[in-house]
C-alpha cells in the first residue's frame, strides 16, 4: 500500500514513537504572534529551560496592532503591553522578530509564505488556529496551545498522536464568480463544521490543481472549520515558482536540489485514505453563511434552509434571519475585506477589477486590510490604491483587524458584515455584531450597491 502526501511528511519527521501510542515529531518552522507567546515565554523563564532552537523561530506583530496611525504610540493598554512584551521576549533569546513598522510585518500567515519561510515538505506550527493555511505548500502544518508553544521552544518537538486521512476531491470546471473562498464554503456547507475531526485533508482533483498560490491557502486555512487538524495541497510547478527567488527560499543549485525532493511529495496513486469525499466543481456557486458558524452555507441563489433544531433557531435569532429567505437584497452596512483568509494581493485584483470606475454605497464603511506591508506595498504599486480611494473605500495598514476585533476594528452591534475572514461566530467581529462570510468578489460588489447581490447576474 503505497503513502499518501501527509504519511510522506509526517514520517520523515518522527524523532521517536512510543509504542501504540503518540509520537515525537520534529518542528521545521515554529511562527509566533503577541498574544499566545508570552505565557510559552515566562514558563520557560520560570524553569530556567533555555530556547531549543530560536533560529527556527520567526515572529511578527499581528492580531493586536492598529490599522490606521501604525506610527504612533498604541492607545489600548492590553494591545501596547502585549506588543512590548513580544519586543522584549524576542530581543532576550534571539528571535527574529518583524514587528510594528517592519517591511516584513504582517499577518503571520500571510508574511511566512510572501517571505519564503514557508516551503514543501516542512513542519510548521503556530499559536494560531489557522496555521493550516501554510499547508497550500504540501507542509503539515496546524494550530497549537500555549503549552505546546513552551514544548516547542524547549526542545523544538512536540508528541503527537498522528491524525487520520481524509481526501476532499474537486473536479470539473467552475463557474463564472466562483472563487477558492465559495469552494471551501461550498465543502463546508455540505460536509459540516465536524466532519474533519481527527483528520488532515488533503485536497485533490484539477480545481485545486488549476488554482493559485493565494487560491489553495485561503482553501487550507478554512480546513480548520470544517473540524480538520489542518489541510494540505500537493506541491507543483505552480508551488516551485511562487517560492523561487523570495526572501528566504534557497537559490541556484541548492533550490534545484530542492524541487527534485519537493516532486517526490505527492499521495502514492495505491494509497487509501480514512475517508474520501469528493464534488463536482458544476454545482457550486457564490457562498454566503446566513448563521454563526462556517458550515451554515448556502448558495447565493438558494434560501435558509427549514431546520428545527434548537442551536439552529438559535443562531437565526442572532443573525435576524428567518427560514427560507433569500439574503439577496439584505441591506448591509459594513465590508471588510483582509484576514489571513485574504488579504493577499490576488484578493485586492479581484476587488479592484469589480471597484474600478464605480462609486461605494453611501451606507456602506468598507474597510481593506492588506495581509501585510509587502502586500500594501503591491497595492500602490499597481495603482490599486487609487481605484478604491476613487470609489470611497478606506484602504489601511496590515493587520488581522476586523477578522476577531482584537484591536479598535469593531462591528457595531446589531450590524452586518460581509467579510472575507474565516469564522462568523456570535461576536467574533465585536459584540453583538453579524458576520455574513463571502469572497472578495461578494464583498466589493456589496459595498458598491450596498446590499448583497447575486453576483452571477451581475457578471460580463
Known sequence: MGNTLFDKVWDAHVVDSIKDGPQILYIDKHLIHEVTSPQAFNELKERNIPIARPDK????????TPTVNQHLPIKDELSRNQLEQLTKNCKENGITLYGLGHKYNGIVHVMAPELGITQPGMTMVCGDSHTSTHGAFGTIAFGIGTSQVAQVFASQCLLLEKPKSLRVSVNGKLKKGVLPKDVILYIISQLGTNSGTGYFCEYAGNVFEEM?????????????????RGGMIAPDETTFKYVKGREFTPKGSEFKDKVADWKTLKTDENAVFDKEYAFNAEDIEPMLTY?????MGIKI????????????????????????????????????????TNSRIEDFRVAASYIKGKQKAQNVNAWLVPGSQQVAKQIKEEGLHTIFENAGFELRQPGCSACLAMNDDKIPEGEYCISTSNRNFEGRQGQGARTILASPLMAAATAIEGRIIDITKHLN
Open 291 to 295: 448563521g454563526t458558524n462556517p458550515g
Open 57 to 64: 523561530i520567526v515572529a511578527t506583530a499581528d492580531h493586536n
Open 212 to 228: 493559485s498560490m493565494e487560491g489553495r491557502m485561503t482553501v487550507c486555512n478554512m480546513s480548520i472549520e470544517m473540524g480538520a
Open 301 to 340: 441563489t438558494e434560501t435558509i434552509p427549514e431546520e428545527n433544531d434548537a442551536s439552529f433557531e438559535k443562531s437565526l435569532t442572532y443573525m435576524n434571519f428567518i427560514k427560507g429567505e433569500s439574503l439577496v437584497d439584505k441591506k448591509i452596512n459594513y465590508v471588510f475585506i483582509g484576514s489571513c
